[in-house]
């Protein structure tokens, strides 16, 4: 964003874990350089803690990350999402209204890698319920898990932006209940101040994220 003259040309470049990479963010640079033809967007996929990193040293101008926030002295606007169950359209569970834990009984469940803030919530519920998890497969991105559910016999947890996707595969989705939530921060530096395009950016994304909250 330093490039950017008179606010109509430059890099953007970003830093983002796999919640938005692949079922968010092509198609809103796609709309916002309609408007802005200029502006050139990088855009990295990396693990949160290397994303604050280069945010904080200015490597990057936005980073999209799970919370906690792993560095300090960063400037954080939190989006808290609630997630949806993801089966094939054909599932008996897709004839529900919503989810619960007694219908993922005996069902393969798909986890996110590395002890999941989402995958801990899960468990906690399953465990409360008297339900045990069979976990069948474990991959780090919620797109990711869509494409296995798409794939074969699975349900899974995950976003609602890479939940109910238009992706045009065999997947629908439905609330679960009680409530999953999965926490997503934008991060900036402190010590850079964003220009007008870059600020026109996050407000974008931040209404459509205050969209997905409200589901």
């Given at each position: 964003a330093d490039e950017i003259r008179s606010g109509e040309t430059g890099a953007i470049r970003i830093g983002t874990n796999g919640t938005l990479a692949f079922n968010f963010l092509p198609g809103i640079i796609?709309?916002?350089q309609q408007e802005y033809p200029d502006v050139y967007f990088d855009i990295k996929i990396q693990a949160s803690r290397q994303i604050s990193s280069w945010v904080a040293s200015r490597q990057i101008d936005i980073g999209f990350i799970d919370t906690p926030i792993p560095v300090a002295g960063l400037e954080a606007e939190i989006h808290t999402l609630p997630c949806v169950c993801i089966m094939q359209k054909d599932d008996e569970l897709a004839k529900l209204d919503c989810v619960t834990p007694h219908d993922l009984k005996d069902r393969q469940i798909i986890a996110i890698t590395g002890n999941h803030n989402v995958d801990r919530q899960l468990q906690e519920i399953m465990s409360t319920s008297g339900i045990d998890l069979k976990y069948k497969v474990s991959c780090t991105y919620f797109a990711l898990a869509r494409y296995l559910v798409s794939s074969g016999n699975y349900l899974a947890l995950v976003d609602p932006i890479n939940g109910s996707a238009p992706n045009n595969d065999r997947v629908t989705c439905r609330?679960?209940?009680?409530?999953?939530?999965?926490?997503?921060?934008?991060?900036?530096?402190?010590?850079?101040?964003?220009?007008?395009?870059?600020?026109?950016?996050?407000?974008?994304?931040?209404?459509y994220l205050q969209r997905n909250m409200k589901k």
């Amino acid at each position: 964003a330093d490039e950017i003259r008179s606010g109509e040309t430059g890099a953007i470049r970003i830093g983002t874990n796999g919640t938005l990479a692949f079922n968010f963010l092509p198609g809103i640079i796609a709309e916002f350089q309609q408007e802005y033809p200029d502006v050139y967007f990088d855009i990295k996929i990396q693990a949160s803690r290397q994303i604050s990193s280069w945010v904080a040293s200015r490597q990057i101008d936005i980073g999209f990350i799970d919370t906690p926030i792993p560095v300090a002295g960063l400037e954080a606007e939190i989006h808290t999402l609630p997630c949806v169950c993801i089966m094939q359209k054909d599932d008996e569970l897709a004839k529900l209204d919503c989810v619960t834990p007694h219908d993922l009984k005996d069902r393969q469940i798909i986890a996110i890698t590395g002890n999941h803030n989402v995958d801990r919530q899960l468990q906690e519920i399953m465990s409360t319920s008297g339900i045990d998890l069979k976990y069948k497969v474990s991959c780090t991105y919620f797109a990711l898990a869509r494409y296995l559910v798409s794939s074969g016999n699975y349900l899974a947890l995950v976003d609602p932006i890479n939940g109910s996707a238009p992706n045009n595969d065999r997947v629908t989705c439905r609330p679960f209940s009680p409530t999953i939530f999965h926490e997503l921060a934008m991060i900036t530096s402190r010590d850079q101040k964003s220009d007008r395009v870059e600020t026109r950016f996050k407000n974008i994304i931040s209404a459509y994220l205050q969209r997905n909250m409200k589901k």
